[in-house]
Structure formats: C-alpha cells, structure tokens
C-alpha cells in the first residue's frame, strides 16, 4: 500500500502563479520530510526538507507546510517559472531508518508563459 | 566532481538473459540503494545497503538481487529478467546511516526494456 499519498498526479500553472503539491501520511514514526525535484533524463535531487516538530519551512521561493495532527505536508512554489517544470516527489523517514525513504507517486508539474 | 554513476543508462534485452547495472559513488558514502521508477507509481525501493557487505530488502525486491564487496559499488542484478521488470532504474547513496538530515544522492538513471 502506498504509506504517502501524494496529490495531484500533475499540475499546469502560469508563470507568476502558485503551485501547490500535498502530500499525506499515515504512519506516525515518520520523523523526516524531504522534497525531491526532478527535471526530464536527470535523477531526483533534494530541493527542501522539514522535521515535524516545525511546521513550516522557507528555501527561497520554496516553502514546506507542515501539519501534524492531519499527518499532511505541502509544497508551495511562490511566482512559478518555466525553469520549475519537473516532476516533484514528496518523501517520508521511518524513525531509527537512516536514509530509507518512502516516496510519493510523483507530480508533474507544467509551467507555462 | 562527486557523483552516482550508473551503467549502462539504455539497455533493451530479452527476458531470461541475466544482466547487471553497474552503480559507483565517488562520495565515500555508506548507504546506497536503488530504486525503480514507474508512471503513477512513483519511486520505490528494491533494495538498499548500510556499508560493506551489509544488503536489506526494500519494498520491490523481488527479482533482483545484489551486492556491495566495495563501498563505492553497489550492482543491481536481475538473473532472469521478465518484461514486468520493464522500468527505469535510479541508484542513490548517501552519507547518513543514523538520524538527522538525509540527503540522497541520485545517478542519472537506467532505462530497461525487457521483451
């Protein structure tokens, strides 16, 4: 079963405009939350990540929300580009794991003029 | 420059004819791991390594098989592929085997077509 339901499968935004990826999870020991981002022919790369005990985090244009009494966590990119189109996965940490992450199904994202 | 590469990127073979996918780190990291990637299906682990001769099962193992003599390699092996085994294929590592801040570490991928 999928343990982090990621949501939407994919997204068309205009340049300037918000885009916005949710992720949920069911289980409680997951105790770390990266976003990766991945651009066509090339593999994942971290972009932003968030502990649960804060519940947002800014990078930039990049910012993670974080609630954890839903067990949800956003994405929102501020004044969208075209150099943001990828694919987006949200990812989660079993406690005690190391670097054993539990990936979304992806969002493609589409960023357009 | 510090890289995951991975070899071959495009392969196209036959089902049953057993083949391997190189992965090497430059990064001197312990943990590697692969992944497979497939439409709404997201990334999903096959197996993973925490050091040198320490291998573990991820969600997707079946069919493959692997093996860290080295600690910058970590090959995929697929003894009999079948056309279900039709993906592409990320190796990962990373410098962290305990708590904290994770960073992995992707190569470029490797796309395989079993028919």
Redesign the interface.
Known sequence: QQQVK?SP?SLIVQKGGISIINCAYENTAF??F?W?QQFP??????LI?IRPDVSEKKEGRFTISFNKSAKQFSLHIMDSQPGDSATY?CAA?K??T?????????TRLQVTL | EAQVTQNPRYLITVTGKKLTVTCSQNMNHEYMSWYRQDPGLGLRQIYYSMNVEVTDKGDVPEGYKVSRKEKRNFPLILESPSPNQTSLYFCASSNKTGTGVVELFFGEGSRLTVL
């Not at chain 1, 022919?41 to 971290?46: C, F, N, R, S, V």
């Not at chain 1, 190391?98 to 992806?106: D, E, R, V």
Request: charged share 15%; no cysteine; glycine share 20%.
């Open positions: 990621q499968q105790d770390y990266p990766y022919g090339k593999g994942p790369a971290l990540a996965f940490r406690s005690g190391a670097s054993k992450l539990t990936f979304g199904t992806g």
